[in-house]
């Protein structure tokens, strides 16, 4: 007996610790997420409340707006970006970020991409956000002067967009150029 009761408690740990995590349901602004672009990169740095290095989830919440573009309604997205390593404040293993988009998502060089660019796709990005007022949400200060994507451990400054003093520098390098202003 004592045997069946030893495997019937492991057996309870290994489930307990192997569910799936129920997604945390936030409510979503129905406003417009306004991106005003930053001056220059000092700029963006005294902007942004947090500036991190993580990766997103795959999985997002939405929610429609009562407004639309020619192409698509505009929709609020909700994502978590896990975050590896703050370069300026502090906060949570977890930011929960705000972003506007278009359904459906339109041609890649639609210019309406650069005012609504919605969830960010899978990997490893530098992040310079702010937070929502009224909410616990953040978003990405600039659009897409605020998102650096790392491949092969260097960043990349996304053209026309990113600053390109931040662009092809080590993770090192960057928190370095960051910590200058």
């Not at 019937?8 to 129905?30: D, G, M, N, R, T």
């Not at 700029?43 to 639309?68: C, E, H, M, R």
């Amino acid at each position: 007996m004592k045997g069946w009761s030893k495997f019937f408690i492991c057996l309870c740990l290994l489930f307990a610790f192997h569910l799936p995590v129920q997604a945390q349901h936030v409510a979503i602004p129905k406003q417009v997420v306004n991106i005003k672009r930053v001056a220059n990169l000092k700029d963006l740095v005294s902007g942004s409340t947090l500036i991190a290095y993580g990766w997103f989830d795959t999985s997002f919440q939405k929610q429609p707006l009562n407004k639309s573009v020619q192409g698509g309604q505009l929709v609020n997205f909700v994502q978590n970006f896990h975050v590896d390593k703050y370069v300026k404040g502090t906060g949570g293993k977890i930011i929960t970020v705000l972003s506007t988009g278009i359904e459906p998502l339109p041609d890649p060089l639609n210019p309406n991409n650069k005012v609504y660019p919605g969830p960010m796709a899978e990997g490893r990005y530098f992040c310079f956000l702010k937070p929502v007022p009224g909410t616990k949400l953040y978003t990405i200060v600039g659009g897409w002067q605020g998102v650096y994507p790392v491949y092969e451990g260097k960043t990349i400054s996304l053209e026309e967009e990113g600053f390109p003093e931040l662009n092809q520098l080590t993770l090192r390098q960057f928190e370095a150029k960051i910590k200058s202003y």
